[in-house]
């Protein structure tokens, strides 16, 4: 008899986007002239940088080729990618990340879901909350958790993001070996001061934890004082493994290009209390099931670090946060508490009220979508999720009626 991982039956079925979509459905059927527009979805909207589109072209002509053709790269990637990564990324900050230590993949989605393999299943895990789905999701896959109970699963230390800790979630109190980190957040934009990151490495390394930390959205961080990598923290190194993308940095969400960094100097135990390599263990497990980023995408993202590719992805990056301004200045004008928005593409909004109420009013009233902040998770309830990936024009009409409908 064929039986499946139970585990898959206590996954809560997420009807967020459904649900969402029913709504828009029905406002449209009752206001067939007016235009929808869209501030909820987390996904880039403007082109690639040209400098990566021709990148992009040159090597596919470069795979037409007997001479210049190839086949499968090296599965960590292709070093060209991973010299530029190292020398831009973190060199050039101060972190001290080599190139080998960099591992090319097409998605920090797959990375965030799949690094947690490596780990027992009776470790404890802490994960933010409100979240990005996929840390929480793939640890119930994996039969680190009980059942799903009152909004929440038995087994998972939640670490509660609120307005009274600013967002930026509390030491545990408990013990915990694996910790999942968001900076700057999705869904709620915020940001961690090196400070504060410091406490969280130093408790990794009083406790002999490991933090996840997921930096999709270091472009953004417009602050110089912040954090873009966990690797500018010392002691990081031993503690810690990032993951980066080209999605949200440079628009490759349907390109699809990122990477995850693991120091050969991080450690994990086995179950007799021996050191482990983690640098080692990832590489065994990405030579074994993945064969690597096609190579025309790995040169469009090294574009991304060429003089004229920096500076196109910084002004792609600026436009969104041009956007970002627009949304938080009107927000603050209506007199609504947020966070997010400096640093982020993220404006996540106390509503004041039920989080789908809140959804409803928008829709209702200005023809907005916006996400509520109850799918991300109990913290989230009476939140919403303004995003900033939209095209200017859009964002200031959904902003000018905005304000005229709820002031
Ligand atoms: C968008 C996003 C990513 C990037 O995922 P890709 O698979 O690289 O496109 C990672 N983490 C968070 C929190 C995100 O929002």
């Not at 472009?219 to 810690?240: C, M, N, T, W, Y």
Request: net charge negative.
């Amino acid at each position: 008899m064929i039986t499946i991982n139970d585990n898959y039956l206590k996954l809560q079925a997420s009807y967020l986007f459904s649900d969402i979509a029913k709504r828009v459905a029905a406002f449209q059927e009752n206001n067939p002239d007016k235009q929808v527009i869209k501030l909820g979805i987390g996904d880039v909207t403007r082109g690639l940088p040209p400098a990566c589109i021709e990148a992009f072209h040159k090597a596919v002509d470069e795979m037409a080729d007997d001479s210049s053709f190839r086949g499968y790269g090296p599965e960590q990637g292709y070093d060209f990618l991973r010299n530029a990564i190292a020398k831009n990324d973190f060199k050039a900050r101060g972190a001290d990340i080599s190139a080998d230590e960099i591992f090319i993949s097409d998605g920090a989605k797959c990375d965030t879901g799949n690094i947690q393999e490596l780990f027992a299943k009776d470790i404890k895990v802490a994960i933010p909350d409100p979240v990005y789905p996929v840390y929480l999701d793939t640890n119930v896959m994996a039969g680190r958790t009980g059942d799903f109970q009152n909004g929440r699963f038995d087994g998972i230390v939640y670490l509660e993001a609120t307005q009274t800790n600013g967002f930026v979630p509390s030491l545990p109190e408990e013990e915990v070996d694996l910790i999942y980190l968001c900076f700057p957040n999705n869904p709620t934009g915020s940001t961690i001061s090196k400070a504060e990151l410091q406490t969280w490495v130093d408790f990794a390394r009083d406790n002999k934890a490991l933090i996840l930390f997921d930096a999709a959205y270091e472009a953004f961080i417009r602050d110089d004082s912040l954090p873009k990598s966990i690797f500018e923290i010392e002691g990081a190194r031993e503690v810690a493994i990032e993951f980066r993308s080209f999605s949200k940095s440079a628009g490759f969400t349907g390109t699809r290009c990122a990477y995850t960094v693991v120091s050969k100097d991080c450690r994990a135990f086995d179950s007799q209390g021996n050191i482990q390599k983690v640098h080692e263990l990832w590489n065994r497990r990405h030579c074994t099931k993945f064969n690597g980023v096609s190579y025309p995408v790995q040169r469009a993202a090294e574009a991304v670090y060429k003089e004229e590719g920096k500076a196109q992805t910084a002004e792609l990056i600026h436009y969104y946060l041009r956007n970002a301004d627009r949304i938080c200045e009107e927000i603050e004008a209506l007199g609504y508490d947020y966070d997010g928005g400096k640093n982020s593409p993220y404006i996540w909004i106390d509503g004041r009220t039920d989080s789908w109420d809140f959804f409803d009013m928008l829709l209702n009233k200005a023809g907005v979508v916006c996400t509520p902040g109850a799918g991300f998770g109990k913290c989230g309830e009476g939140y919403i999720r303004i995003s900033a990936f939209n095209s200017h024009e859009n964002v200031d009409e959904a902003m000018a009626r905005i304000r005229r409908e709820l002031s």
